[in-house]
């Protein structure tokens, strides 16, 4: 996979993008604009992003998108697929969204098996917010509201959300956890679950694991290694659910 | 002048006085009349006193929701202390004589010794009722008229349990006198329609029902 | 496919099935739904015609997701609706919002129930300060308060045609007598009528490819500084304020002649038109005024009315929600207010009599 030359699907002119230096976003959508270009769904596709530092991607494509917050992108997408079940909605939203403010909203869309691609980007914290505790701050961690350390007895243990979301969806859905550290397998995530959906086949959701420098205070080596020792740790990426039409072998 | 009426049933839960209202409303609107039909949608809904608001207009009506009624029915004890506020002085009230044993007289003292059953709480609070105050087992003496009419009895007697409200409804639209038979069994054939296909035999039921409950009225209207 | 309503027919039935119908009669596409009394039976008759036209349904997870799928709907071209109650129509506020930034048309149906929280199930008019003006925004909605059984049905058709039309969300504002009661109307077709449907257009997922054959649609609803939002906001306001005359609609009578104008709203109009029959036969002139939109409010004509009569009895079932447009609408104006004001309890004519007679002239008539 080449770095310097950009999917087609993205947009160039609102390139260089707006994201932090560091931030794991700039990867996530790489991997999501490949997987786009490879199965050929731009003139398809409808893209929502949220609240937070995800909204940042609302010119990001060269995809109809739309912004909105509190994880409503969910509910948004799900009204244009039923409205119109010929399109492809993406839902791009960080973990507040997801799993706090609208984690109703990804647990009944994931019940009810919606057509639809839910891509939550799961960096420990608020970052738009300017780095509040979020679901998935691991324990110890430090955060603006967690001054001393996430302690897990009182503010509960990271969300487990594809475990979450595996456990209520159906055997169509696809459900898998990936990380910004090995892009290769997060594209090959996207474009299962992108197909997933394009066949009608069911809902998918994709957590991806993700930096923040800026909020964990950290630097470029310190930042890789929260990535892949701290969260990888907690949150075991690979594939949670896949559908019989997936499955290889 | 223009014609309209305003009613008021109240019942207990399962004894059709939603439907009462209901067929009173439509035969209202057969007849090319404004008709409204409200039910009381609160918690009573489930379980305890249901009651039904209709009237029945040559023009746009007002308010859904009324204070005094022309036509005021109570088919349960229950159901008189609930409907007690709705009785003013140009009210014929209606109450099935067969379940809600009212005294026919209006003496205070002598009234109370007909009472079913009289706790010694009611009797101090009913020995001077005026307008606008209730008592459980009181009559409301300051409306127009009371007529009791035995719906439970007559139904069991002599047609079926299960038309004890069409007499009422009888004896509704006879006390409000501004609807035709006609378009009241038309209304009926509506609601009932489905039932009267599967048995035949219910729709002369019904209609003998109907008659009895007019009847009835016609008879104490004459009498007072 | 069964085709809706095609020759007008007088029927009788609940307000609620009159709004289904109604959408029915405005060429919706789909509701999204959840469940709230007393709007239930919007849903319940909507389902059960949906199938038979062609027509979709959703129940969503609460009205949260009810009101921002029906965003999602418009987005997809589709005329889209949906319908809340009290509590339901607080967490609406939201997505309500996210429609008025967007200048997103989604049609909502409310039924007042008593407020505040869960309060009554059965009726208020305690949502208008919520559905003119809730929400984090300027109010830029258009809010029909509907009377009767036909308005309801005139005014869902319409609902949906304005909203599409000036691209602001529109509300049917009624309330639980009206959704509950049954009386007559007359159902029709809008176009048989020669009601010109406006059509609704995709705004997300044209044809083409986006970047290639045209350039993506972005619908932004966050900005980076003050000045951007408000180089957003002052024309959509505008633009609001100068299509208001259009949109504005009241009825008014025996206002021409009146020493005392009651002014009131919705179903407690009904109380307030025969209070003024009777009054009037009794010869104490007493005029009616109703806004039938309560946003735009109709400024003028409450004006126009009040500079000569500027004796005004507001009748509502909240505790000033309706008084607080008006005086708005009447700031300036030397106005003599009195109020009945009963938070969640209808009202009747024989109430609104009783309170003029028991004023003294002088009280409720200012020379």
């Known amino acids: 996979m080449s770095t310097t030359v ?51 991607a609302w010119d990001f494509f060269n995809i109809d998108s739309i912004q909105t917050h509190h994880g409503r992108t969910t509910p948004v997408m799900v009204g244009i697929v039923r409205a119109n079940p010929s399109l492809i909605g993406i839902a791009y939203m960080g973990d507040g969204g997801g799993y706090a403010i609208g984690a109703q909203h990804l647990v009944n869309s994931a019940n009810r098996n919606d057509k639809i691609l839910v891509v939550l980007v799961n960096n420990t914290n608020y970052g738009m917010t300017g780095g509040q505790m979020a679901p998935t701050t691991l324990p110890g961690q430090v955060t603006e509201t967690t001054p001393y350390g996430r302690d897990a007895l009182e503010t509960g243990a990271p969300t487990q959300g594809p475990e979450l979301v595996a456990a209520i969806t159906g055997e169509n859905a696809y459900v898998a956890r990936g990380t910004v550290s090995n892009l290769r397998q997060l594209k090959k995530y996207f474009k299962k679950a992108l197909e997933n959906v394009q066949e009608g086949n069911g809902f998918s959701f994709v957590e991806v694991l993700a930096t923040c420098p800026t909020n964990w205070r950290t630097n470029a080596k310190d930042t890789w290694k929260f990535l892949e020792e701290n969260m990888a740790s907690y949150f075991k990426v690979g594939e949670y659910k896949v559908p019989p039409t997936k499955r290889e072998g | 002048m223009n014609k309209s009426v305003k009613i008021a049933i109240a019942g207990e839960g399962g004894q059709g006085v939603q439907s009462i209202a209901d067929i009173i409303a439509e035969a209202g609107n057969e007849e090319g009349l404004e008709a409204l039909y409200i039910p ?35 088919l349960s004890k229950r ?13 014929i009230f209606v109450y099935d004589n067969s379940l809600i044993y009212i005294p026919e007289v209006s003496d205070e003292v002598v009234g109370l010794q007909s009472y079913e059953t009289v706790a010694p709480e009611a009797q101090t609070n009913g020995f001077s009722l005026k307008e606008g105050e209730h008592n ?62 599967k048995n035949p035999q219910l729709r002369q039921l019904n209609i003998d029902a109907l008659q009895k409950g007019i009847q009835k009225i016609k008879e104490a209207l004459v009498r007072s | 496919m069964e085709k809706p309503i095609q020759e007008e027919k007088r029927v009788f ?53 009810a009101g921002f799928a029906t965003i999602g709907g418009v987005l997809a071209g589709k005329r889209s609706f949906s319908a809340t109650a009290g509590p339901g129509n607080t967490l609406f506020q939201e997505p309500i919002s996210m429609a008025e930034m967007m200048r997103i048309p989604m049609v909502v149906a409310i039924q007042q129930r008593g407020g505040p929280s869960t309060a009554t199930v059965i ?10 003006y809730g929400g984090n925004g300027e109010g830029l909605r258009i809010v029909y308060s509907t009377a009767t059984h036909q308005e309801l049905f005139d005014y869902t ?57 045209r350039d993506p649609v972005y619908l932004r609803n966050a900005y980076s500084m003050e000045e951007e939002l408000f180089e957003v906001l002052m024309p959509m306001i505008e633009e609001y304020n100068k299509v208001s005359p259009e949109i504005e609609e009241h009825f008014s009578l025996g206002c021409e002649d009146a020493d005392l104008i009651i002014v009131s709203h919705g179903i407690v109009s009904r109380a307030a038109m025969a209070a003024e029959e009777e009054l009037r036969k009794e010869g104490i002139k007493v005029g009616l005024f109703r806004p039938i939109t309560l946003r735009p409010f109709p400024e003028g004509a409450i004006r126009e009315i009040c500079k000569s009569t500027p004796n005004i009895l507001i009748v509502e079932s909240a505790n000033g929600q309706l008084a607080r447009l008006v005086k708005e609408a009447l700031f300036g104006l030397p106005i003599n207010m009195q109020a009945i004001f009963k938070p969640g309890v209808g009202i009747t004519s024989e109430e609104i009599i009783k309170f003029i007679k028991s004023k003294k002239t002088e009280e409720i008539i200012a020379k």
């Not at chain 1, 700039?26 to 490949?34: C, D, T």
């Not at chain 1, 270009?37 to 409808?46: A, F, H, L």
């Not at chain 3, 709230?36 to 969503?60: C, D, V």
């Not at chain 3, 609902?159 to 504002?173: C, E, G, H, V």
């Open chain 3, 157 to 213: 058709i319409k609902a949906f045609n304005n909203a599409w039309k000036y691209r602001f969300p529109a509300f049917i504002l009624g309330d639980g007598y009206q959704a509950k009661m049954r009386e007559p109307l007359i159902m029709y077709n809008p176009e048989e009528k020669g009601i010109e449907m406006v059509k609704p257009d995709v705004s997300l997922g044209k044809e083409g490819v986006p970047g290639k054959d």
């Open chain 1, 6 to 56: 950009m999917p087609n699907s993205w947009n160039i002119n609102t390139k260089p993008h707006k994201f932090c230096p560091g931030c794991g976003h700039g990867h996530v959508l790489r991997a999501l604009g490949e997987a786009i270009d490879d199965i050929d769904i731009q003139d398809r596709t409808v893209f929502g992003c949220d609240i937070g530092c995800s909204l940042l």
């Open chain 2, 40 to 74: 009381n949608f609160g918690i009573e809904q489930r379980g305890g006193v249901s009651v039904a608001y209709v009237q029945i207009a040559e023009k746009l009506i007002g308010s859904p929701k009324f204070e005094k009624g022309d036509v005021v029915v109570a």
């Open chain 2, 136 to 197: 459980h087992y009181l009559i409301p003496h300051y409306a127009d008229k009371v007529i009791g009419v035995p719906a439970t009895d007559i139904a069991k007697k002599e047609l079926h349990p299960r038309v004890f409200n069409i007499v009422i409804l009888g004896a509704v639209i006879e006390a409000a006198g501004i609807l035709s038979q006609e378009s009241v069994k038309n209304a009926m054939e509506n609601n009932l329609g489905s039932k009267f296909e």
């Open chain 3, 123 to 132: 009726y208020s008019q305690q949502e208008v300060n919520m559905t003119t």
């Open chain 3, 13 to 65: 039935m609940t307000g609620n099935e009159v709004v289904a119908w109604g959408a029915l009669a405005a060429q919706a596409d789909i509701m999204y739904g959840y469940p709230i009394t007393p709007q239930n039976e919007i849903m319940h008759y909507w389902t059960r015609l949906a199938p038979k036209y062609g027509k979709s349904f959703l129940q969503t997870e609460d009205e949260l997701s």
């Open chain 2, 79 to 91: 159901a008189v202390d609930r409907i007690i506020p709705y009785v003013g002085s140009n009210t």
